[in-house]
């Protein structure tokens, strides 16, 4: 039975994924982003993406998408500039460390976060997203809420093969 589950599971988590063209999928991310990151746009909390690409990847359902800042607002990487800094792990460690269930330094030295690039690109992001107060904006406390509410069920999706 696991043998059939596994496939079952993996097509079933890639096929919504697999069916938006790329450059679709990547824009929508950026507009929920650039919605969760207002206030710390606003605040000039993500300039360090100025001039820089990042590149998230989530390996094991094959979602990727980039982005940098310009203009006072996270942009996609149409033009599929070279990316400063890779990020990817399986969707199980992203929504680990997410919903705050993992710290993200204890993902990075178990090597279940990696990261390629530019160490002080890195290093930027880490302290963005350990200072970032989710309460700053409605977008960011609702996102934030909707996944603490609907952990136990995504855990079970994304990481009962882990």
């Not at 207002?38 to 998408?65: C, H, M, P, R």
């Not at 792990?89 to 919903?99: G, I």
């Not at 992001?125 to 200072?131: H, I, R, S, T, Y």
Request: proline letters at 3%; aromatic letters at 10%; glycine letters at 4%.
């Amino acid at each position: 039975m696991s043998v059939v589950s596994k496939p079952f599971n993996g097509l079933l988590l890639q096929s919504p994924f697999a069916l938006i063209p790329k450059n679709i999928s990547n824009k929508i991310i950026v507009m929920v982003f650039n919605q969760i990151f207002a206030q710390s746009i606003k605040d000039g909390d993500l300039d360090f993406l100025k001039g820089n690409w990042v590149l998230i990847e989530v390996t094991d359902i094959s979602l990727s998408f980039s982005l940098g800042l310009k203009s006072g607002q996270l942009i996609h990487n149409q033009n599929r500039q070279v990316t400063s800094l890779r990020i990817s792990a399986k969707a199980c460690d992203f929504l680990d460390m997410v919903c705050r269930k993992k710290d993200p330094d204890t993902l990075f030295f178990q090597r279940k976060i990696k990261m390629q690039g530019s160490t002080e690109l890195g290093l930027y992001v880490k302290n963005f997203l350990d200072a970032f107060d989710v309460e700053s904006h409605w977008a960011s406390f609702r996102a934030d809420q909707a996944l603490q509410n609907s952990y136990p069920l995504l855990k079970n999706l994304f990481c009962n093969n882990h």
